[in-house]
């Protein structure tokens, strides 16, 4: 598979580790990890190039049936890199070309994961909070742990989760997902599963396996049914997703440049509360 290695290695992106690993526990299914828990999986720039990278190469390789999305340690994923995003308000544009590069780059990862003819999985370990939280939404299907919990949280720190709105939204009903980001609150697995944005909630040691499962079932499948089916159901049930993600990235961006967004971005990572100018 072009830009993808098996368990004994994978792609590596400007970084010292590779950020994913692949596996291939049992014929037609392929476990797709992300493999950087030190920064609680963060999607940085190389993250998101690499999954989607592999996504790509995933799709048009005949052996595969079903992808399960994994992560490793105890966060499924915090969402963009804030730390990577920050350090870009040196640039001479404050940051803009790098922001609204990360957007759209994670807008390409998040349909390209839609457009994918396998049906992706998203196996939840952990905390699951905005870009990720996305991540889960934008998944096929997801199977997450009892002690697992979703959130889109921006609005806490002056950086409303618009980019991660429009698969939300998509997913859970209007109100649901209005709560959801209007207060930032953390949602616990077994509410997500009432929301629509999990299918099923199971011990934390039963994550894999029941994810497994469901792949083994739909690998089982005629794969050209699949894609068609899967394709299809998209295609009918959504409005076009380019047009909303070009817009919700947009918002993004400009939400990036305001003096709350720094502040509040900023306050999270040195830990403090932060002071809103309401700029």
Known sequence: MSGIADRQGSTKTGEDKPLTRIERPERGVVLLT??????????SLAMIAEVTAHIAALGADRTVSVIVLAASGPVFSAGHDLKEMTAHRADADGGRAFFDDTMRRCATMMQAIVACPKPVIA??????????????ATCDLAV????AKFCTPGVNIGLFCSTPMVALSRNVSRKRAME??????????????EYGLVNRVVPADKVMAEALSMARTIASKSPVTVAIGKRAFYDQIEKPLAEAYDYAAAV???????????EGICAIIEKRPPVWTDG
């Open 252 to 262: 993004m961006v400009e939400n990036m440049m305001k003096a709350d967004a720094e």
């Open 144 to 147: 997450a742990a009892e002690t």
């Open 34 to 43: 992300l493999d950087r828990p030190q920064t609680r999986n963060a999607l």
């Open 180 to 193: 959801m980001l209007l207060l930032g609150d953390l949602l616990p697995a077994t509410e997500a599963a």
């Open 123 to 136: 196996a939840v370990q952990g905390t699951a909070t905005a870009a990720g939280c996305q991540l889960v």
